[in-house]
Structure formats: C-alpha cells, structure tokens
C-alpha cells in the first residue's frame, strides 16, 4: 500500500501491522522503526480504542512520519473524518463507525478498508460502495479485542477467487499459524501481539511473520 488507494498484492501476502491499544509514544516510536526496517509491511493502523482527539493527533504527528519514511501507509481506526483532517493515508472502520458511502466520499482517493468479520454480505456491500480492502476474521482466538464473530479459511478461497477487491485476515494470528490464511488467499495478514509481543522485539517479529508467509 502506498499513500493513495494502492492495496494490491502484487508481492503476494503481506503484513499489516495494528498498534497495541495502548502505547507509550516515545518508546513505541523507535520499536516502530527497528520494526519497519526489518521486513516488508504493507501498512500500520493506528488503533487506539476510546483516546481523545488530541491524544490520536500526537499519535499521528509522531509515527505517521515515521511510515512515511519506509513507504508505509498510515491508516486511523474508527474515524474517517479525523483521518481526514489529520491527512492519514486512509482510515478503516468497523460495521460500526458511521457512514461508509460517506466516508468513501469524504477520503476520496485514499484508503478506505471495513471490517466485514465473517460475513460474504457484508464484504460484498463494501465492495459495492468502493473499498480498497475488507477485512475477516477472528481467525484464531485473540487477546486484543473480544471475539464475537470466527471466520474459516473457505471464505478467503472464496472471496479471492470471486473476488478483486483485497482482503485482510485479522484475528490471533502468528508466524505458527499464518500459513492456511496465506494459502486460502489472503492478501494482507493483521498482527498485533505477534509483532509487538515478540520475545525477541518488534524486528524479531516482523522478520518471522514474513519468513512465515513466504514459506506459505
């Protein structure tokens, strides 16, 4: 992915990187850059769950530059406008987060990604309205949020193979068990804990999700 609304997989597989829900900016900002320069990734979301404005927009002026400087696209959780404003290279909203025709209309040529869990519905409406990726899951279980909805690997074989638009598997997923997502189709892979929970560092987890997905 780069800053206008390229989500294509010409490389195969790729990584996309989530932030942890809480961080430490001036520590997470270095574990960010030893993490992009140690592997291809694709694009970094910043998700920080119920944090002000203010709070999001010292998040963006301190990492966005950072991904910028590794060709990396800078994606806002849950809001739009506020990805907008901030000039984030896209956002990616939940079934959830307001008027997807609208925000489509409002980020005009920059990414816009929805959250379809495990639904074919779903996916397809955000294909219709123009999103430049959908997103299922919970693949595997996960700590990071509560899993209410589980997908299977059928709906990535069958969502690449109908299918243009790219779609992003989420949900617990590690360089162990990365492997059936990549072969089923999935363009993207979303990790958190697996990156930034690595026992050896952010770097260490970055280099073991791409090993995985090229030995898939």
Known sequence: MNAARDTSSSNGCRLYLITP?????AAYRDQLAAALDAGDVACLQLRLKDAPPDEIKRAVDALMPVTQAHDVAFILN???ALASRLGCDGAHLGQTDGDHAGARKLLKDRILGIT???SRHL???AGELGADYVAFGAFFPTETKETVHTAGTDLLEW???MMEVPCVAIGGITAANCAPLVRAGADFLAVVGAVWNHPEG???GVRAMNAAIAAA
């Open 21 to 25: 829900p809480r961080i430490d900016l």
């Open 78 to 80: 849950d809001d739009a």
């Open 116 to 118: 379809c869990h495990a």
């Open 123 to 125: 996916a397809m409406e």
């Open 159 to 161: 969502w690449s193979e």
């Open 202 to 204: 952010p770097a260490a």
